[in-house]
């Protein structure tokens, strides 16, 4: 996959022209182009001005305060003049000290004395409407904004509004002069609005983003210096020494083989399979990763197009017959990730997501609608679902996409996806012997061989015990319908009963099924060694199969179905003899049954022994002596190494019961015909 996520080297240089369309292979910020687009937005913002009203107020209140303290000069002079003989000149320059003592010393500086002295010379009456049409014009002016550069023209602005005044003209000059004095700048320079306007500008500014798949260059385009750097910044011209996509692809592996460690380290199995399945799944995986590459070498009329053909769902379904769902889903999951990275090929980037989604969508649907057994019928109509679903995956991605295909394009893209999901139960169906014979798995195709009646073994039991070789047929027929009932193998619980009582061919006249019109030779012997005979033919049937390289499972089925019970008979034969035993004496060697068939296989075998011993049993009878036998051995703890459940249990008991009503039925019992003679006419 290295391949794949490798850097491409572009030998490009400044001012050259470009050989082919140049797209960036990642999403990065363009910093350069953000900052000079932050700086334009910033150097947009103009100044902030903002308008003191105050100041307007304030220039008011001055020229009112200027005319008041006039009149107040005036009226206290009025009252001097009568009570002291003063001569005009120094009445006149003592009322103008007293007046520019009221006034401020800047006030006082600037307005000129003969204005101040019109004042003074001027009837209180006279100064109230002068003070009322100069705060009415200097109110007027001063609402408007005044900046620095526009203080002289209010001034003018204010001396027109004076000038037509009915005043007298001393009078009138004065107030113009006063009118002017009052106008200044009222407009002033905000350097904290306009800092925060600026920040409020660039904060709107949004990242410049070279997107992926992003075209920085068109072909025959000369590259200048901006696209250069472009060029640089996605990682296009230094890329000989990146060691990014090598660790990102190593840090994948890492967490791959971090979760299936962690899979296989808790799985519950004994470590000769726990081998088995590691070497099975490894197998699998790397004909996967094989199959994908050879597959991405194909390039089609579109980009990544020959990736809908991959048959996704084979390992999946491989893994789930041969191994569990579990690492199945984990398989699917880890495969996804790889055909993004091989696929990728025509798109921006490492990942086609694509090719991921499409991925997991068929292997899980595989794995949803393969059963555990591996019948063939099963596994192509599980390719058959999987089909139909890569189809949907497939139409589901393109109207997302929104994008216009024609119709060769979508049979195209439709062919493949059926052909994924076929090639993928073909390959299955095809693979699976071969992994079943190099890993000594039970297929059900080895259950079919096994089952033949032409088989030496099965031909073994026929003619050397009969009666061994029918009761096995019996107990093959309940315990087959008893495992379908509950999802266990019924074809695994009928070939394990042809064999289970195999060994007792070394010895079958020791067996009731087999004594025809012979004395029973256990009468003769004593309990003991009776029960030696009995019990032997279990390790005598697996040293056979054995011998004969029969499947594990067979052998398991041979061995445990009789679990640690005790042999009843003979155990209380020697009871009453008054011989001292344990009860462990008389019990089977074990060990119990450890999977549902093989617990169904013991049920079956004591059923059909009690049930033929009957005679003509009635159905109640049946159901009382089934569920008294399951009890038993359920009490017995013969089920304390199994998964089988109390509802399984009771599933099984219905089914055998069913079965067995079925075989002993009541039958037609016809009346004797008397022979007559018949006379001729």
Do not use: W
């Not at 001097?80 to 320059?93: F, Q, T, V």
């Not at 052909?419 to 798995?441: D, K, N, Q, R, Y």
């Not at 013969?638 to 399984?648: P, R």
Request: proline share 3%; hydrophobic share 40%.
């Amino acid at each position: 996959m290295y391949q794949n996520v490798k850097p491409e080297k572009l030998d490009l240089n400044l001012f050259s022209v470009a050989e082919q369309t140049i797209r960036s292979p990642i999403t990065i910020e363009d910093k350069v182009s953000t900052a000079e687009k932050k700086k334009e937005a910033e150097n947009q913002v103009k100044d902030v001005y903002i308008l003191n009203k105050d100041i307007t107020q304030n220039r008011i209140d001055l020229i009112t305060s200027i005319y008041n303290s006039a009149k107040e000069v005036n009226s206290d002079f009025a009252k001097k003049e009568d009570k002291e003989g003063l001569s005009l000149a120094e009445l006149e320059a003592e009322k103008l000290n007293n007046f520019k003592g009221k006034l401020s010393e800047t006030v006082a500086k600037d307005l000129s004395d003969s204005s101040l002295k019109t004042l003074l010379s001027t009837a209180n009456d006279e100064l109230t409407i002068a003070r009322d049409l100069s705060v009415t014009a200097i109110n007027k002016v001063m609402s408007r904004r005044i900046p620095a550069r526009s203080v002289e023209n209010a001034k003018k602005e204010v001396e027109e509004e004076l000038r037509f005044t009915s005043l007298g003209t001393g009078l009138k000059n004065s107030t113009i002069e006063l009118g002017r004095y009052a106008i200044i700048q009222n407009e002033f320079y905000d350097p904290q609005a306009t800092k925060e306007l600026r920040n409020q500008a660039v904060e709107a500014v949004d990242p410049v983003k070279i997107l992926q798949g992003q075209i920085i260059v068109e072909e025959n385009q000369l590259i200048d210096r901006d696209i250069f750097r472009q060029l640089e910044l996605v990682g296009l011209l230094d890329n000989k020494h990146s060691l990014q996509p090598f660790a990102g692809l190593l840090i994948f592996i890492s967490l791959f083989i971090t979760a299936l460690y962690y899979y296989f380290n808790h799985l519950d199995v004994k470590n000769e399979t726990k081998h088995s399945y590691m070497m099975q799944f490894s197998l699998i995986f790397l004909l996967s990763i094989v199959l994908m590459k050879m597959i991405s070498f194909f390039p089609m009329y579109t980009d990544s197009e020959i990736a809908f053909v991959f048959p996704a769902a084979v390992g999946a379904m491989l893994l789930k017959i041969l191994i569990d769902e579990k690492i199945a889903v984990l398989y699917t999951s880890i495969m996804a990730v790889c055909g993004s990275i091989m696929f990728n090929e025509g798109v921006s980037g490492s990942l086609h997501m694509t090719i991921a989604i499409y991925i997991l969508c068929s292997g899980y649907a595989s794995i949803m609608f393969l059963s555990k057994h591996n019948h063939r019928a099963k596994i192509l109509r599980a390719g058959l679902f999987v089909s139909i679903v890569n189809v949907l995956v497939i139409f589901s991605i393109l109207f997302l996409r929104n994008s216009q295909y024609s119709v060769e394009e979508y049979a195209v893209l439709v062919l493949l996806a059926l052909t994924s999901g076929v090639l993928s139960a073909v390959l299955t169906i095809g693979l699976l012997p071969f992994f079943e014979a190099g890993f000594g798995l039970l297929s059900t195709m080895k259950l079919i061989e096994l089952s033949n009646p032409n088989h030496p073994l099965l031909r073994k039991i026929l003619t050397e015990a009969p009666g061994t070789y029918h009761h096995s047929i019996m107990v093959a027929n309940l315990a087959e319908s008893a495992c379908e009932a509950i999802g266990a193998n019924g074809l695994l619980a009928r070939v394990g009963c042809y064999y289970h009582d195999i060994g007792k061919t070394k010895r079958p006249q020791f067996f009731i099924e087999n004594q025809m019109n012979i004395e029973n030779p256990h009468d003769h012997l004593k309990p003991e060694t009776s029960k030696d005979v009995i019990m032997d033919h279990v390790k005598d049937g697996v040293e056979l199969l054995k011998k004969h390289r029969f499947p594990k499972e067979i052998i398991d089925i041979t061995e445990q179905h009789h679990g640690t019970t005790l042999l009843q008979f003979f155990y209380h034969k020697v009871m009453q003899s008054g011989v001292e035993v344990t009860e462990e004496e008389f019990r089977y060697p074990g060990p119990k049954a450890r999977t549902k068939e093989t617990a169904i296989v013991g049920i079956s075998d004591s059923v059909e022994a009690a049930v033929r011993s009957m005679g003509q049993p009635t159905p109640e009878q049946i159901e009382g002596l089934v569920r008294n036998i399951i009890a038993s051995r359920l009490q017995d703890n013969q089920f304390s190494e199994c998964d089988i459940t109390i509802k399984e249990l009771d599933m099984v008991a219905d089914t055998l019961c069913e079965t067995l009503n079925g075989i002993f039925h009541s039958r037609i019992k016809y009346p004797e015909l008397k022979e007559q003679k018949v006379k001729h006419a």
